[in-house]
Each structure stands twice: as structure tokens, then as C-alpha cells.
């Protein structure tokens, strides 16, 4: 009898094109800014927006977003998910596994996240990567040498919610490979005081010495 092949792996969502990440892994009815807040209430440990929403609540110009992305620290994952509880259903993401968030699988990597939704039927509605804690610190996941207060590298816009400055999270988009990427570097460069840009150049500097903005900034 002819051996069967192997049955095929969910692709790595770092890599999905969004209809076929809805095929493996569901869709998205993501948190807002007007939502997030309500969200998080009760949760007493530093969050702060992310990615997409932390470069239109600077800019002032809308963009698409497929998602909503918080951060916390690392240090903090345990405490996040008890104050899931049992209303939502969290999944941890990393590169090697995608496996529930739960007492059986506690043991998280300090660069990996964690997706949210209510249950199995149900849309995604958070993105929650961690970044790594040096003792209570951010710590930048290019370069683990470089590490700030948090206060530093976050502001609290009119909203009254705190946000990845621009800078730093131009910095995670450094690499430019995606459209969204290269339009939100287009709009959000020009408006970055010298301080921001001296930011930037070194900080990319200090994972891509080669990089454009590391020579130009």
C-alpha cells in the first residue's frame, strides 16, 4: 500500500497574503483606538499602540489597518493573560508555534505575541507583541543591546492613550518590503523633528549599519 504524504502545515502567517490567512487561521474584527481603552480597563501593567495606529494618531493622515496592535513588556505576559481569564481565548504566535495561551503552554518567548478573540468561531480582535524587559526597560527586538525607559520611547497623544513614538516604530519598519510600509515612511519622515530623525539614524544604525536612513538621517 502506498505510503500517504504528509499532511500539510499551516504556512507562517509572517509570510500569508490576507485571503489565505483567513483560510488557516480566521479573520480579523480588530479593536480601535475608540475601543481599546474599554478594552484594557483594569489591566494594571504598561501597554501602549503600536504599528499602524501609532503612525496615523501622529500623522494625522488615515491609512488601512488590518489589525490593532498593542505591546507590553515581556515581564508582563502572565499577568495579561489572567486578566484574559476565561472571557477571551488567547493564542500565542511565534516562529516555531501557534498553540493557546493557557496554563498548559505558560512558557512564552520574549519577542513572540499573542492573538485574541473571544472564542474558536469567532474574528481575531488583538495583536499583542511582546517586547523583551531588561529589568523593567524596553528592550529594542533588533538589537537587545539597546534598552530605554519607556517613558522615552512612547508619548501620550490627545487621546489620552499611549503610543510608539513615530521614530520607533519606523524603526521596526525599517526594512520597507511591504507597500503600507514604504507609504507610512513616506508620510511620517517629513514630519519628525531632528531629534526623532538622530533617533532613527542610530538606531538603525545599530542592527543595519548599511541601511539607508543610518547614512541619510
Not at 504599528?51 to 496615523?56: D, F, L, N, P
Not at 490627545?158 to 518590503?177: C, H
Not at 523633528?193 to 543595519?208: E, S
Request: proline share 10%; aromatic share 12%; hydrophobic share 40%.
Amino acid at each position: 500500500m502506498p505510503s500517504q504524504p504528509p499532511a500539510a502545515e499551516p504556512p507562517a502567517v509572517q509570510h500569508l497574503e490576507p485571503d489565505d490567512f483567513e483560510r488557516w487561521y480566521g479573520g480579523w474584527d480588530p479593536l480601535t483606538p475608540a475601543t481599546i481603552a474599554e478594552f484594557m480597563a483594569g489591566f494594571d501593567r504598561p501597554w501602549w499602540i503600536i504599528g499602524g495606529w501609532s503612525i496615523e494618531v501622529f500623522t494625522g493622515v488615515p491609512r488601512a489597518h488590518e489589525d490593532m496592535d498593542i505591546s507590553i513588556l515581556s515581564c508582563d505576559a502572565e499577568a495579561f493573560r489572567l486578566f484574559l481569564g476565561d472571557r477571551w481565548t488567547p493564542w500565542n504566535v511565534d516562529d516555531s508555534w501557534f498553540r493557546p495561551f493557557d496554563p498548559r503552554f505558560t512558557d512564552v518567548r520574549p519577542d513572540s505575541q499573542i492573538w485574541v478573540r473571544p472564542d474558536a468561531a469567532s474574528p481575531w480582535i488583538l495583536d499583542v507583541p511582546f517586547t523583551p524587559a531588561a529589568d523593567g526597560r524596553w528592550t529594542n527586538k533588533r538589537n537587545r543591546s539597546h534598552t530605554e525607559d519607556l517613558d522615552d520611547v512612547t508619548w501620550i497623544a490627545p487621546d489620552g492613550l499611549r503610543y510608539a513614538r513615530p521614530e520607533v516604530t519606523l524603526m521596526f519598519k525599517a526594512a520597507q518590503t511591504r507597500e503600507k510600509d514604504r507609504l507610512d515612511a513616506e508620510t511620517t519622515l517629513p514630519l519628525l523633528d531632528d531629534a526623532a530623525r538622530r533617533w532613527l539614524r542610530d538606531a538603525v544604525a545599530g542592527f543595519d549599519p548599511d541601511h539607508e536612513w543610518a547614512r541619510t538621517l
